[in-house]
């Protein structure tokens, strides 16, 4: 399986973290406009193949995982309508796609987003 496109339904819960080991040639996944909660998983960062992510308009929490910072071979990310919070790890790949962070996650913060973190 290379691409998984599961948007546009009402699927609730966590996003599993289990797609990282199940599908490790996944190149595409798309999981926007649904309710998913709780953090982006970290093993998300490590499918190597992985081009594609679209997470956009869940319910989304926490901070963005370093692990999906370093993913060097996504050409398309979207975070947009979440509600992740705190500092966006300042890397290359983060740097990119930093406007795919944006509208919708007002908590997150750092130089790449422009937005100064409470000390």
């Given at each position: 399986l290379r691409r998984l496109d599961l948007s546009n339904n009402s699927f609730r819960g966590p996003v599993p973290e289990s797609y990282g080991t199940l599908l490790p040639n996944l190149t595409q996944l798309d999981l926007s406009r649904n309710k998913?909660?709780?953090p982006i998983p970290k093993s998300l960062g490590y499918l190597?193949?992985?081009?594609r992510l679209d997470l956009s308009r869940n319910l989304l929490t926490g901070n963005i995982?370093?692990?999906?910072?370093?993913a060097t071979?996504?050409?398309m990310l979207r975070l947009k309508?979440?509600?992740?919070?705190?500092r966006v790890p300042d890397t290359d790949t983060m740097r990119l796609?930093?406007?795919?962070?944006?509208?919708?996650?007002?908590?997150?913060?750092?130089?790449?987003?422009?937005?100064?973190?409470?000390?």
């Open positions: 998913l909660t709780g190597d193949d992985l081009r995982p370093y692990s999906l910072a370093m071979g996504l050409n309508y979440n509600f992740l919070t705190g796609f930093a406007k795919a962070f944006f509208p919708g996650n007002d908590g997150l913060c750092g130089p790449v987003v422009e937005r100064a973190c409470p000390s």
